[in-house]
């Protein structure tokens, strides 16, 4: 008789504790998540028009790491952001010292420091696109591959 009820005790507990399940599971879904709000907003771009100051590859300490171009602007000086892959890769980011460029981007304030994360520069007829709209930085690929995927004439890989 004591085995019974030791056994009907343990089917008890387990049931007990299989119902309990539940309404934790409940409760926790009612809490919200808070939507933070995106580091690069598209919906804030902004073309500023200025001359190429200095070009930074290797930023100074302190700075976003990847390179930086500094411009002068009509409302003054700006470092504008190109990351750290806009000088590397197929279609390096060709700008040097006294170029009039035309870059679109989001002004960001980031530990102190106002920066402006470039998303195209424009220099003369060339225009170079560093950010996609999302403002993730874009490495230039190779040719042969940027080729095989948008190749649509030879129905290469896409």
Do not use: C, W
């Amino acid at each position: 008789m004591s085995k019974l009820l030791g056994g009907l005790g343990v089917v008890a507990l387990l049931a007990l504790s299989a119902l309990a399940v539940p309404a934790q599971a409940q409760t926790a879904t009612g809490v919200k998540k808070v939507h933070q709000t995106p580091f690069y907003d598209a919906t804030k771009e902004v073309t500023l028009e200025g001359t190429v100051e200095n070009v930074l590859r290797n930023p100074s300490r302190g700075m976003l790491p990847g390179g930086h171009v500094i411009l002068a602007t009509g409302s003054g000086t700006v470092d504008a952001h190109v990351g750290p892959f806009a000088f590397k890769g197929y279609r390096p980011l060709s700008v040097a010292t006294g170029d009039r460029v035309s870059v679109v981007g989001v002004m960001k304030n980031i530990h102190g420091n106002e920066v402006f994360l470039v998303r195209t520069v424009k220099v003369g007829d060339d225009e170079f696109t560093i950010r996609n709209k999302h403002g993730l930085a874009l490495v230039s690929m190779n040719p042969a591959i940027a080729n095989a995927k948008t190749d649509k004439t030879t129905g290469g890989a896409r």
